[in-house]
C-alpha cells in the first residue's frame, strides 16, 4: 500500500470503533517485543522486510540502540486485513527493563489490550509478572505470544512432545497470573487458551509463527515447523512463507483484544472517578465522538521540530486542529495546533481525530503525563492518577558546577519530572541541591545523567542515597495538643497504626494512596470497613495521602470547616517529613480529635494552624513510638550452578536473605531479598564473582523495620545530610 493510501485508509478507520485495536506489546527484557513490533511493521509494510528485526525501528534513541534496550515507550498506527475488512491497529512496544517500568504502567492507560512476549526458553520471568500485573491493574486484558520457538529446536533439540509440555507449563504459570493479579469478573474470562487461538508461537528473529486455529486451518503440524526449521535458512524462509509472523499475531489481536466500544464499557469505571451516571461518563463508555471531550496524556516527549508532542488516548468526542482545551490539573486552556498519528518516528497531520484512537498532539505546553483534557465550557474530574507498582527508592543530588547554569538544570528537571512521572525532583531549599528520586540507578542514569551531559550541562551527582520511611509501632497515649504562634487556637491529635489490610489493599493498587474526600463517599467508606475500618471512623476520613489517612473527629468544634483545608495542608506537610529523619511518614491514621479556635478569622489564618497542626502530629507520632523502615528488593538470581557459590556471596554480604532456590538444567534460580542500601554496585559485583555468568531481576520493593542496631546510624547520618540541627 502507497503511504497516501495507508494515510487515507487509516483516516478513514479512525472514525469507526469496531475496527480499531489499541493494544501494547509487553514482556520482560530481551524476550523479543522490540522485534516482533518490527516484524508486525514490515508486514504492514511500515519498514522494509530485510530491516525487521535488525533495525529496531521503535528503538529511535541513540541511547537506547546503543544499550540494546527500549527506554522510552514508541508508538505506531499500521493497518491490517482481516477477512473482509481493514483494522486500524494503535501499537505501543514499551520497555522491558524494570527501571522503565514507568513507562509501561503510563502505556497500560492508552491501551486496551497486550501483546505478552515470552521467550520460550526463559519461560516466565520476574518482569513477565510484572507486566502482566500493569496491565490487569489497568483492566487491559492479555494475549500470549511465546517467541523464540527456533531455539527450542536448534540449540535444546526439544521433541513435538517435549515443546508442547515445555508450552503447557508456560500457559499455566500466565494463567496463574490472571487469576492473581485480574479482578473476579474479568479474571475467568480472560484466561489466554490455546484451542481458541488466544497464543501464538513463533520466532519473530525468523519471521514466523503458529496458532492452534491456524494450523487446524492449514493443516501444519508441529513436525512440520520443526523440519522445516532443521533445513536452515531456506527452510526457515518456506515457513516464514507459510506461517507469516505478522498474519498470525495480527489476527490473534483483531479476535481476541477488544475494540475501544467494548473496552470503554468495562474500563471507564476503573479509570475515572466522577459520577458513573453522569452524561460524559454515558459518552466515555460509548465512546461517543460526539460527546464532550474526555482525554489522557500517557506520555510526553521533545520532538526537535515542534515542541512537545504529547500522546493522547480520545475516550470521548474529538480533537482538531486549532481547537481549544482545558488541562484539568494544570488549570490551563491551550490550543492544538497539530494533531496526527504515529508512525514510527514520524507523525502523520491529521485534521480532527474522534474518541477510541491514540493520537500525538502537539501545542499543550504545559500538559504533564496523566493529565486530563477536556472542553473548557465542560470541565470534567481529572483521571485516577496513573501510578507505577513499584516506588522510587533511590535518590541522587544534583547540582551545577558553573551556578551560571543554573536556570537550565531547572528547566531541565522541570521537564523531565512532566515526562516521566515515576522520577520526583524535589529542592533541598538549606542546601540547594536538587534531589532527583528514581526506580534505579540505571533509570536516573538513563533519564537524567545521560542528558544532562549530551545539553552540555556540566554537573556533580552524589553517590546514591536510599529512600527511607518512618513509622508507629503504637497509638498515642494520650491526645497531643498543638497551639498556633499566637496562643489563641489548639488542635488535639491522636496517630495510630493504619489497619494492615488497608495498608496492603493501598499497596497492591486495590485501594486509591492519595484521595481528597470532598463530600460522602459511602463507596470508599464500604471499602474501608471490608477492609477492617471502623464502620463510624470510615465516615471521618477527610484525605488519603501517601498511604496514610486523616480523619476529623471533632464534634461541633466552630469555623472548624473553615480551617479545614488547612489542617489537611499540615497532615501532607507532617507525612512528607517524619519526625525522626524528616523521611516520608507510611501506614498512619491521624485524628484531629478536638480543636479550639478563635472567634475572629484573622486569628486562625495559615501561619497560626499549619505550624501547630504539623508539630502536634510529628509529637504524636513520637508519642506512639516512631520506628525507620528500609526498602528491600526481592530479586531473582540466575546463575550456572558450578558458579552458585559466588552469587550466594554477595547475597549474604550483604544482610540479604535467600528465600528460595531451585535448579534446572545446570541454573540455580535464587529468589533472594536484599536492603536497597546494599545494593549499589550490586550488578557488577555478582558479574565479578560468578566470571560474569550471573544475572538478576527485580521481582518486588517491601518496606521492612531497620534493624535496632543500625537505626540511630542510619538516622544520624540522614540528619547531617539534609542540616536537620533538632
Known amino acids: 500500500m502507497a503511504a497516501k493510501d495507508v494515510t487515507s485508509v487509516i483516516r478513514d478507520l479512525m472514525r469507526k470503533p469496531e475496527q480499531i485495536r489499541n493494544i501494547g506489546i509487553v514482556a520482560h527484557i530481551d524476550h523479543g517485543k522490540t522485534t516482533l513490533t518490527d516484524n508486525l511493521l514490515a508486514g504492514a509494510g511500515m519498514i522494509s522486510e530485510e530491516l525487521a528485526g535488525k533495525q529496531l525501528a521503535m528503538d529511535f534513541v541513540e541511547q537506547e540502540q546503543e544499550r540494546g534496550i527500549t527506554i522510552y515507550a514508541a508508538n505506531v498506527s499500521m493497518v491490517h486485513k482481516w477477512g473482509e475488512s481493514d483494522y486500524l491497529i494503535n501499537l505501543i512496544d514499551t520497555p522491558g527493563h524494570v527501571d522503565f517500568g514507568g513507562d509501561v504502567t503510563r502505556a497500560m492507560r492508552a491501551v486496551d489490550g497486550v501483546v505478552v512476549v515470552i521467550d520460550a526458553v526463559e519461560a516466565v520471568m520476574p518482569q513477565t509478572e510484572t507486566v502482566v500485573r500493569q496491565a490487569l491493574k489497568e483492566r487491559v486484558r492479555p494475549i500470549l505470544f511465546v517467541n523464540k520457538v527456533d531455539r527450542l529446536i536448534k540449540e535444546l533439540k526439544l521433541t513435538p512432545e517435549q515443546m508442547q509440555e ?317 497551639k498556633s504562634p499566637n496562643k489563641h487556637n489548639r488542635f488535639y491529635i491522636i496517630s495510630e497504626p493504619l489497619e494492615g489490610k488497608v495498608h496492603q489493599a493501598m499497596i497492591r493498587g486495590e485501594f486509591p494512596s492519595n484521595i481528597e474526600v470532598k463530600k460522602k463517599d459511602v463507596e470508599l467508606q464500604n471499602k474501608l470497613v471490608d477492609l477492617g475500618f471502623d464502620r463510624e471512623e470510615s465516615k471521618k476520613v477527610k484525605q488519603v495521602h501517601n498511604r496514610n489517612i486523616f480523619l476529623d473527629m471533632t464534634r461541633g468544634v466552630h469555623a472548624i470547616l473553615e480551617v479545614m483545608e488547612m489542617v489537611k495542608q499540615s497532615f501532607r506537610e507532617a507525612m512528607d517529613e517524619g519526625p525522626l529523619a524528616r523521611e516520608p511518614c507510611d501506614s498512619i491514621k491521624v485524628k484531629l480529635v478536638d480543636a479550639k479556635l478563635h472567634e475572629d478569622a484573622i486569628h486562625r489564618g495559615p501561619a497560626q494552624v499549619i505550624p501547630a497542626v504539623r508539630s502536634a502530629v510529628r509529637d504524636s507520632m513520637i508519642s506512639a513510638k516512631t520506628y525507620m523502615l528500609e526498602p528491600k528488593q526481592i530479586i531473582r538470581i540466575d546463575v550456572p550452578t558450578d558458579q552458585l557459590s559466588g552469587a550466594m556471596k554477595e547475597v549474604q554480604n550483604r544482610r540479604g536473605q535467600i528465600l528460595e532456590m531451585k535448579e534446572e538444567r545446570g541454573v540455580t534460580s535464587i529468589t533472594s531479598k536484599l536492603p536497597v542500601a546494599e545494593m549499589f554496585g550490586f550488578n557488577s559485583s555478582l558479574k565479578s564473582s560468578t566470571s560474569g555468568q550471573g544475572f538478576y531481576w527485580l521481582i518486588d520493593v517491601v518496606y521492612e523495620p531497620l534493624p535496632k542496631d543500625l537505626e540511630t546510624k542510619v538516622v544520624t547520618q540522614i540528619k547531617q545530610r539534609k542540616g536537620i540541627t533538632d
Open 166 to 482: 515445555r508450552f503447557k507449563r508456560i500457559i499455566d504459570e500466565v494463567n496463574v497470573l490472571i487469576r492473581k493479579y485480574g479482578e473476579k469478573e474479568f479474571a475467568e474470562k480472560w484466561i489466554v487458551n490455546v484451542n481458541d487461538g488466544s497464543i501464538a508461537f513463533g520466532s519473530a528473529v525468523r519471521n514466523w509463527a503458529i496458532s492452534i486455529p491456524y494450523m487446524q486451518k492449514t493443516k501444519m503440524t508441529f513436525k512440520d515447523i520443526i523440519d522445516l526449521t532443521n533445513k536452515g535458512p531456506e527452510g526457515e524462509k518456506e515457513l516464514a512463507k507459510k506461517s507469516p509472523l505478522h498474519t498470525i499475531v495480527l489476527d490473534m489481536v483483531i479476535k481476541h483484544l477488544p475494540n475501544p466500544l467494548q473496552a470503554q464499557g468495562y474500563r471507564i469505571a476503573k479509570i475515572w472517578p466522577g459520577e458513573s451516571d453522569s452524561e460524559v461518563a454515558k459518552q466515555m463508555s460509548k465512546c461517543d465522538p460526539d460527546g464532550k471531550l474526555a482525554g489522557i496524556v500517557t506520555k510526553l516527549y521533545p520532538d526537535p521540530h515542534a515542541g512537545y508532542v504529547a500522546t493522547v488516548r480520545i475516550f470521548s468526542g474529538k480533537m482538531k486542529t486549532g481547537q481549544e482545551v482545558y488541562l484539568v490539573g494544570a488549570d490551563k486552556t491551550q490550543k492544538i495546533q497539530q494533531v496526527s498519528v504515529y508512525k514510527g518516528q514520524q507523525r502523520i497531520g491529521m485534521e480532527e481525530v474522534d474518541a477510541g484512537n491514540i493520537v500525538g498532539i502537539v501545542g499543550l505546553k504545559e500538559a504533564f503525563s496523566g493529565e486530563t483534557i477536556c472542553d473548557p465550557q465542560d470541565v470534567i474530574p481529572g483521571f485516577e492518577s496513573i501510578t507505577h507498582i513499584f516506588e522510587p527508592v533511590v535518590v541522587k543530588a544534583i547540582e551545577p558546577k558553573k551556578p551560571q547554569q543554573l536556570a537550565k538544570l531547572i528547566e531541565f528537571l522541570k521537564r523531565v519530572a512532566k515526562e516521566d512521572p515515576t522520577l520526583r525532583v524535589k529542592i533541598n531549599e538549606d542546601t540547594g541541591e536538587y534531589l532527583v528520586s528514581g526506580l534505579g540507578e540505571l533509570h536516573i542514569d538513563a533519564k537524567i545523567e545521560r542528558p544532562l551531559k549530551e545539553e552540555g550541562l556540566d554537573v556533580s551527582v552524589s553517590p546514591p542515597i536510599v529512600i527511607y520511611r518512618e513509622s508507629i509501632r503504637n497509638v498515642t497515649p494520650e491526645a497531643i495538643e498543638g
